[in-house]
DNA sequence: TGAATTATTGACCAATTGGTCAGGATGAGG
DNA sequence: CCTCATCCTGACCAATTGGTCAATAATTCA
């Protein structure tokens, strides 16, 4: 049952190492690239290992691929399932933003290979996408309307306020480019401004009338 | 000197009916594969022509694609030109953001090819933002800041302001797959309550508090 | 109509790409 | 030290891809 499950575990030390290697690699060659546009020669470069001894440890470009994105998704799902009914709801809220723009910082070639995926029309994500991801939003977003109705935040559509939130924070990793050419700042020092500035916005806009 | 700044026009019927052919099936196609990830064979085949015969039109896929970014980009930059300090600043504000967002419901393709384009570094527009593009940003900007100073808006970071409007309303274009498989709805009507949502997170953002 | 210009194509090419395979190198365990 | 499994590679392959070219078809226009 295990086994089925979860039919390959690296075996050897090597194994462990020259797998990570390979998906280390693997990422900024994708990240930047697209699916098709990365080679195989290019990711065999990057790791240091020969174009056979690649699929050596892996059976294709493929699995490569989609052991990245799997991997990628949880991580990119884990902040939403840390929002819960806890704590102050505006609070909540914000901490969700602010773990997201964190996210954009730490690992935007996660976050553009995301974004590639998507924007090409998530051919190999979709049912990952309309299943598991749409379930949590599902979730998040009836908790939104409560906290609505109870009168804890304002009331906007629970849907694109979610989708704001991606917005706001992936573009910080997504355009980066674009970001820092008009900037012009090399670093990521402009990610604190962004931070105070997102608090402003969605505070002033979850933030309830007064009655 | 007209001549060198355009050096080429279409001269017959013929070269002006399959160029445009040409272009528009090559922005279906580049705008869901990417640069690389297109092929010729594939553009040609939606364009109804052999491949030979784009390249009669075209000298090379690069020509191609290189055009389409750069009619794209203008048509991507005249809402940001259109906001000047003739009206009302929020409401002048708030009209950028509606106009942006329709630009997403009626061009998501070139849409999605500049996003292909600056998630994969902007390889070959780069300039072009750094120019141009940064030029009016910066333009644009010290108008926000301005305003802000005369009390018209709320003091928040120009730039980032910026920054959240164009996330925010590309993303319904760039990530339409993803919007789609969460709402489940196929057709466009999600626009009229994203731009409803819209209205609220940037109305709220920029009413100055009360002194 | 007929000559000149423009449009179109099949056949072809060199380079690239994902992937295979037989055999050799390098470990680990006894 | 020997053996066996793991690890690695050069050589190779078929398919794809951007692009060329000579020859043919269609237009244009006098």
């Known amino acids: 049952m295990e086994a089925a499950l ?26 930047t690239e697209g699916f098709r546009g990365a080679t195989l020669d290019q990711i065999a470069a990057a790791a240091g290992l020969s174009k056979p001894n690649l699929l050596y440890y892996f059976p294709s470009k493929d699995a490569i691929y989609t052991e990245l994105l799997s991997t990628l998704l949880t991580r990119w799902l884990d902040p939403l399932h840390a929002v819960d009914g806890s704590g102050d709801p505006i609070e909540e809220i914000l901490s969700y933003v602010r773990r997201k ?7 935007p070639r996660e976050s553009r290979l995301f974004a590639n995926e998507i924007v090409q029309g998530a051919p190999r994500i979709l049912d990952q996408i309309e299943g598991p991801l749409r ?3 599902d979730d998040k977003t009836a908790l939104f309307r409560e906290w609505a109705e109870a009168g804890k935040i304002a009331k906007v559509d629970p849907y694109h306020l979610i989708f704001s939130i991606w917005a706001t924070t992936q573009h910080y990793a997504d355009f980066s480019v674009q970001v820092q050419a008009i900037l012009q700042s090399y670093e990521d020092s402009h990610f604190a401004d962004a931070e105070a500035f997102l608090m402003t916005v969605f505070r002033a806009t979850l933030t309830p009338a007064k009655t």
Do not use: C, G, W, Y
């Open 6 to 31: 979860r039919p390959e575990k690296p075996r050897t030390r090597i194994q462990q190492r020259n797998r990570e290697t390979i998906l280390e690699a693997a990422l900024d060659v994708f990240s």
């Open 101 to 107: 723009l964190e996210h954009s910082r730490d690992f």
């Open 135 to 137: 379930h949590m939003v």
